[in-house]
């Protein structure tokens, strides 16, 4: 109930912000729903079958005419990757989280600039929403700012950004600047286009300091004996995807590689794929492959893709899945990783399945 009464308030708050306007004009409310059958099939381990739901609402508030307000409410618990909630736990009540909460200016003196601070949606640039650096739950939190113009054909998109990870009261902070550049051309009547782009991430204080979030899983980066990461994160990376539309049907191929200059091995990352299709109404439908490789101390492994590999570094493998559009905002979707976890002599097989039902509202 405390839940509940804290939303309202949210919504509350957000509208007072609209004077000449009504509530029901300056609130938009949307959601989405998800009810997940996954099975995982870890080499050495039983073998896990486990339905899961996701349950996410957000609502964005108009303060006045350059600036919003974002809150956003989702299941699952405090993990920063995951908004997935597992049914067990003798029918207990699931846990509802603040997902994002966050205010965006867009100043009328510089067209094309937009301001936000809080925690908010992941504002990088991921070929094809890929995951080799970011999981697509990653929702940082500090300020960043967003300059995008227009040149005719040709579109410019630079993002800077200070996102805080740890503040510790007996200790220097963690934190991350960050920073990366996108450029698209679309072509063929806009049928076409191709982006290249590239980012520097640099996490400061991360050698000696514990793993982040859970200081007793590093998720496959390097540690000593107490748990501390040995390396530092200075990730430099270049990605880029072309799109074309044969017929009716959008073809995109995309890349991604990663390296962070601040280890002298197991340093590299690099990711591949292809999708073909596109489940956007009734009947559509889409496909996706990709392939990726991702050594120990390439990114921090708390942020990747938590599905790949069962989440973390020191990987490789294949992802493959497909969506169908089977009623309006209603779509199935299946997804199989086929991963191998450990670059080196000892490795695992991982073998994921995800069978989907999302409800978009």
Known sequence: MNKIAIAAGC??????GSRA?????????????????????????????????????????????????????????DDPV???QTLDDGFSGKSIMLNMAYLKIQPEQIT???????????????PGKSE???????????????FQKDFNNITLNVIGAGLWIDERSSDKDSWLAAGQGLMKFQMNEKKSNVAFGGGYFNYVNTAG?????????????????????????????????????FGKIPVTVMGDFITN??????NTGWLAGI????????????????????????????????????????????EMGGDYQIAGNSTFSVTYFINTIGLGDAQTDFNRLQVDLQLKF
């Not at 094309?112 to 991921?126: A, V």
């Not at 080799?132 to 967003?146: C, H, M, Q, R, Y």
């Not at 496909?287 to 989440?311: C, N």
Request: hydrophobic share 30%.
């Open 132 to 146: 080799l650096i970011w999981d697509s739950d990653f929702n940082p939190e500090g300020g960043v700012a967003n």
């Open 261 to 266: 200059t601040a280890a002298d091995s197991n």
């Open 11 to 16: 919504v509350l708050m957000l509208s007072i």
């Open 275 to 318: 999708i073909i299709g596109k489940a956007k109404k009734p009947g559509s439908w889409g496909f996706r492959y990709i392939y990726r490789q991702l050594e120990k101390d390439a990114v921090i492994g708390m942020y990747t893709d938590s599905d790949f590999r069962g989440g973390g570094t020191d990987a490789k493998g294949h």
């Open 21 to 77: 306007e009504s509530w029901t004009e300056s609130i938009k409310v949307q959601g989405d729903l998800r009810y997940r059958h996954e099975l995982i099939d870890q080499e050495g381990d039983e073998v896990r079958n486990r339905h899961r739901i996701r349950a996410r609402i957000g609502i964005e508030g108009k303060v006045n005419e350059t600036t919003q307000a974002f809150i956003h409410l989702a299941t699952g618990s």
């Open 112 to 126: 094309g600039l937009s301001i936000s601070g809080g925690k908010f949606e992941n504002p990088f640039f991921k």
């Open 82 to 84: 995951s908004t997935n």
């Open 209 to 245: 300091y514990k793993s982040f979030f859970d200081s007793e899983n590093p998720m496959g980066n390097s540690v000593d004996t107490n748990g501390h990461y040995t390396e530092d994160y200075q990730l430099l990376e270049l990605c880029g995807e072309g799109s074309h539309h």
